[in-house]
């Protein structure tokens, strides 16, 4: 499409110049002078391209320097120069008003940006499925409450009590790691289950818990 229009306006660049050349009196770009109404007629006439015509017309005569030359009672001129009608007051306010549209486009409007409340409730289409994991990390292993399931421990952070039980595997990473490293650290990552906590310290149950543990390296 853009390929189209730029070929478009070659042809009609195109054409005006063949139009200066062939009719010198009627057409300069330096010093235009108003144009006869109906001179579109005239060139098409003589076997000019209609659309040709039109897009070099509308080039020829929307430059500020042709606006500037319809002054009232301004002489027309037709392809051989002659004084074909002059100039009105009303087009010569039209090309008044088109001039100062050029210099002074109108300035753009900005939507106005809405303003957003401080809270809102959340609906249907504000909420997707997921899974709550939490994750602990300590560096110190705790002494086990041993149970059937595996080893009980507790990990008291800043807000609550997080109790876990390990399988016999996530507790051999622990104490493999309190053997083999000099400072370690654990994290321990699961479901989160049961939280009590009404009158009495929280505690958060920790279901399905998977542990990592990393050596810490001394900076």
Known sequence: MAETNASESQKSRSLLLDLAGLYPACFDWKKPQPLKIGLFDDLVAV??????????LAIYCSRARYLKSLRPDAPRIDLQGQPAGIVTAEASEHAKARLENKWNPPAKTTAPVPELPIDAPLTEDNIV????????KFSEIPKPMPVKSGMKIGIQTESALVVATLPPKAWKKLEKAKADWPQWVASLTGKLGTRVGADGPDVVVLENPAIQVFEKKTK
Request: hydrophobic share 30%.
């Open 129 to 136: 499925p997921g899974r709550l994991e939490l994750t602990v």
């Open 47 to 56: 076997g000019h391209d209609p659309q040709q015509v039109r897009h070099a």
